[in-house]
């Protein structure tokens, strides 16, 4: 027996807004199975990869463009591989900067309770002895720059 669902049942089966299936449709990573009485029609591997798409876009943080890259397979027009490995550099970027924004925010929380963090020379040590890349990584604009008075300039 081959089962189908409807785009509403499918939607509410995988936890998805019928939106989020028509733009999955819409960049080819799903299709339905048919379409009847004007609904779109969806069988279980449809559905499976509706999930998989939800899965990897939250547990991921994938974006569409990434998850079709992968689901394609060798049929894509870079290769699916890549596509992970640079997204897992992104990744680890993003936690380095994370948890060096866990540890400023700790800092300040227990050792600037009647003080300004800003000029705490426990940070303004850290900043002028990290190397110019990683200061790079951290703030945007331009590299900052040690003063005559051992502040920081920009």
Partial sequence: MHVQASLKTSGSDARLDASA??????RCLVQPVSRRSG???????????????????RTG??????????????AATRDWTHTVQEHIDTLRLQAERMSAAV??????????????????????????HMPLTTAEKYLPGEPLRPTRSGSTDR
Wanted: glycine share 6%; proline share 5%; with cysteine.
């Fill in 39 to 57: 609904r779109c029609w969806y069988g279980p591997a449809e559905i499976r990869r509706l999930a998989i798409i939800q899965y990897w876009q």
């Fill in 21 to 26: 299936i028509r733009y999955c449709e819409e």
């Fill in 103 to 128: 540890d400023y925010l700790e800092h300040m929380l227990s050792h600037h309770h009647d003080s300004p963090a800003d000029g705490c020379h426990h940070h303004e040590s850290r900043i002028l």
């Fill in 61 to 74: 943080l994938m974006s569409l463009e990434e998850i079709g890259d992968i689901l394609a397979g060798p």
